[in-house]
DNA sequence: ATGGGGCTTCCAACGGTTGTAAGGTCAAGA
DNA sequence: TCTTGACCTTACAACCGTTGGAAGCCCCAT
């Protein structure tokens, strides 16, 4: 199996396979005569598991945990859970981050009247505020 | 007024300050006789414009724009107003990708023991599921 | 004059992905 | 058999915003 149909049949583009290769990621594919990478069923599978930790946000750093994790077989599920847990948490925060800022620019907006006038109080707020807004 | 005294002053860090301006962010800033950059009450102000707005979660391009608008007497408060939405649109987006991660993983979470046993449907989907998730 | 801290420039890294360039290889059709 | 086009290879750069470091100069206080 050539890299592209690796590629089509786990949703990672080659370009990243190849990067995930370079980093370690993965361990190095086997090789053709030519020199052309070849992958079988396990390596595709490993990939789509790449891909689907990083559907769900998993820098990756965590998915070399969690493959480490996938490939034991005497494994702990609590230090899985502990991850996706972790995960979790990383994504509530970033969510929370990005509503305040989210809520902050809506507030504003709703204050503009949106018109020809120049008279505009996000401007105003942006550029009088404190300097401090995150804490 | 040193770069560090306006780094200070702005919320700014000095490393940021150069950066901004060797990307044309910001006009470049006056110099004494041995090279140091000087600062302005206005330029301060303008900095501090740009921290709130990278607070906000504006992009720099964007703020660009927006820095162009303050600048504009004669500018159309719906052009503000729709930079502001625009933002407002774009963390809607992400926050709603994330919360579907987040709540695509809060679920196998629930549904995994977290024991000291290897069973885990946090793996299995992972390693299991189709490729497809986000459509 | 000597030290410490701030300033200067330049270069690199982070994370994850994509683009591009220059070359080799494979398979199919004329 | 030759050509064509699609694929593969490597290597390098870009994106975004920020931080870190190194090497060297400047200013102030002791």
Chains 1, 2 share one sequence.
Request: charge should be positive; hydrophobic fraction near 40%; glycine fraction near 10%.
């Amino acid at each position: 199996m050539n890299i592209g149909e690796a590629a089509k049949a786990s949703g990672v583009s080659a370009k990243m396979i190849r990067y995930y290769e370079a980093t370690g990621l993965i361990p190095a594919a086997g090789r053709t005569g030519a020199g052309y990478r070849v992958y079988t069923g396990t390596e595709v599978q490993m990939l789509r598991f790449i891909r689907r930790a990083r559907d769900l946000g998993f820098p990756v750093d965590k998915i070399e945990e969690l493959l480490a994790l996938w490939r034991d077989r005497s494994r702990h599920s609590a230090d899985v859970k502990r991850l996706a847990q972790e995960q979790i948490d990383g994504l509530e925060r970033k969510i929370a981050e990005m509503q305040a800022m989210k809520d902050s620019l809506q507030h504003l907006a709703d204050a503009c009247c949106g018109d020809h006038r120049p008279d505009c109080p996000i401007l105003t707020d942006l550029g009088s505020g404190p300097v401090g807004q995150r804490a």
